[in-house]
């Protein structure tokens, strides 16, 4: 009976105080009641020992922005909550296999850091009403810290920096690599528009390991690329912004590509394939540029062909040698060159900025790459020394690029036929997509690497009869034109002997008549 009436007691005094608070709320002045919350604030803060610290998911700057602060408090707490915490929420991420275990909300856990408790919990202020979002929940989501305020200092100094570097350090161990590519204009100048880079996961299995070169030269590039991630320092003693530039040029089929794929593999880097026709113009060019994250390649393939950038210098000297019997393939070329140039006006000048100018030291460990199969055509000024730092050039298969090959196609490290190959491939030219097409098995037979063997030495001795075909071909189209340049040199020749000739008897005949006038005047 004691306790029943205790518990009355208390219900009855709870609800006493409850009348008594509601009274006052009622009648008391709206200036009085702001006073008295800030004193009592003031009163609980003097007994209170603990500092609380809210981190909200979204930013008050931009428009609707993610708190990175928010995402890397996150991502720590996810690592360290699954053993700690009662209440666990299962997520599916995009692009992930298995299920992420994380903090239900109103959930707290305990951690510990040099000797030191504090506690997180993950809160959510709910909507106060049922409003249309274009980005679906309005959930204002934080994450709460409470530590004893005798700690501030190890916590602000120490204990969040620790949490910070952890979450970035999960994020780039767990992270999908991403493989982007821009958008044209108006797919992203809306106002809910988010981004101008389009991805998807970059999962390609190409490596150095399994590139057709010559070992020296992989060893060479992979050293220079090693170098560039640990020189930040370097770069920032010497007043370079931390980036560096690779022309990489050859025929097609050469490996340009796969080289890329094996340089983003080897760093771990993203990669933006930057479309330069989709590009409106330069101030755009930049805007793209400062949207690439840093540890990433942005790539332009067939750079020569992109836009016309290799001509800019000479068009206002340029005339129309050609008349009007101008070849008309080459008029219909010209103009769809133009054509498809009128909806970008990047320019040369523009390309250098985006490469080498101010803004490219936004941001820092960026690798540039353009590839090109005529560098010939390049403006000098765009792949100088210091924007096109290493030149590198994939030229057609050698025999150690066969074995690489061999081995990926294969696992053959040897074979009879070995031999044979490398003495073909040092008589012609073959590229290493042709050789990597005949290595392929096109049957499940257990002789399968004779076969393909057998075929690619088919394949190289048909490209030497092809290359003597055209060689003999070009030999005769050249003997045709000097003998054609010969017969239009003697017939020039000759007409300039006639018309000598002929002026030579004018001037005798005009000479005689002149003598014979002379004469008759005379007589």
């Known amino acids: 009976m004691a306790g029943g009436e205790m518990w009355t007691q208390l219900g009855s005094s709870l609800a006493g105080l409850m009348f008594v608070w509601a009274m006052f709320k009622q009648y008391c002045p709206f200036e009085m009641e702001g006073h008295l919350k800030k004193y009592t604030q003031k009163l609980v803060s003097l007994l209170y020992p603990y500092i609380e610290v809210t981190f909200h998911e979204f930013t008050s700057e931009g428009f609707y922005e993610r708190s990175k602060a928010y995402g890397a408090i996150k991502r720590y707490l996810t690592t360290n909550s699954t053993t700690r915490a009662k209440r666990l929420k299962a997520d599916m991420v995009r692009d992930s296999k298995s299920l992420v275990l994380s903090m239900d909300d109103y959930e707290e856990i305990a951690d510990e850091f040099k000797g030191i408790k504090v506690w997180w919990a993950s809160n959510k202020n709910l909507p106060r009403s049922q409003v249309i979002s274009f980005y679906g929940d309005e959930e204002k989501r934080f994450y709460k810290l409470k530590f004893h305020r005798r700690h501030r200092e190890i916590v602000f100094g120490s204990y969040l920096n620790h949490v910070m570097d952890e979450g970035k350090a999960i994020e780039v161990k767990s992270r999908k690599r991403k493989l982007y590519t821009n958008n044209r204009n108006e797919q992203w100048a809306g106002r809910y528009q988010r981004t101008m880079w389009s991805s998807v996961v970059f999962d390609h299995p190409a490596t150095f390991d399994t590139l057709a070169m010559e070992e020296k030269k992989k060893k ?99 005339k129309d040698e050609e008349g009007d019997g101008k070849d008309p393939v080459s008029k219909k070329k010209k103009e769809d060159e133009e054509k498809s140039n009128e909806s970008s006006k990047v320019t040369l000048s ?92 096109k049957s499940d037979d257990e002789d399968a690497a004779d076969a393909c063997l057998a075929n690619l030495i088919k394949a190289i001795e048909k490209a030497m009869e092809e290359a003597k075909v055209k060689a003999e071909e070009e030999e005769r189209a050249k003997a045709e034109e000097e003998k054609k340049a010969k017969a239009e040199k003697e017939e020039k020749e000759k007409a300039e002997k006639e018309d000598k000739e002929q002026k030579s008897d004018e001037e005798v005949k005009e000479k005689k008549t002149a003598g014979e006038e002379v004469k008759e005047n005379g007589g």
């Open 220 to 318: 060479e590039i992979m050293n220079d690329l090693i170098t560039f991630t640990k020189s930040k320092d370097y770069y920032k003693k010497i007043g370079k912004s931390w980036k560096r530039g690779y022309l990489l040029f050859g025929p097609p089929g050469t490996g340009k590509s796969t080289m890329i794929v094996a340089m983003a593999n080897l760093l771990e880097y993203d990669v933006y394939d930057l479309e330069l026709t989709a590009v409106k113009d330069n101030t755009e060019l930049r805007k793209l540029l400062i949207e690439t994250s840093n540890k990433s390649i942005i790539v332009i393939e067939d750079i020569d062909c992109s836009l016309d950038l290799t001509g800019q210098r000479k068009k206002k000297e340029e």
């Open 350 to 441: 523009g390309l250098l900025n985006f490469i080498d100018g101010l803004w490219s030291a936004c941001g820092g460990e960026r690798i540039i790459v353009f590839t090109t199969n005529y560098v010939e055509k390049l403006d000098p000024a765009l792949i100088r020394r210091g924007r096109m730092d290493k030149h590198i050039e994939l030229s057609y298969c050698c025999f150690e690029a066969f074995k690489v090959l061999a081995r990926n196609y294969l696992d053959l490290e040897s074979h009879d036929m070995f031999e044979t190959i490398g003495k073909l491939l040092e008589e012609t030219k073959i590229s290493p997509a042709d050789v990597a097409e005949n290595l392929m098995p």
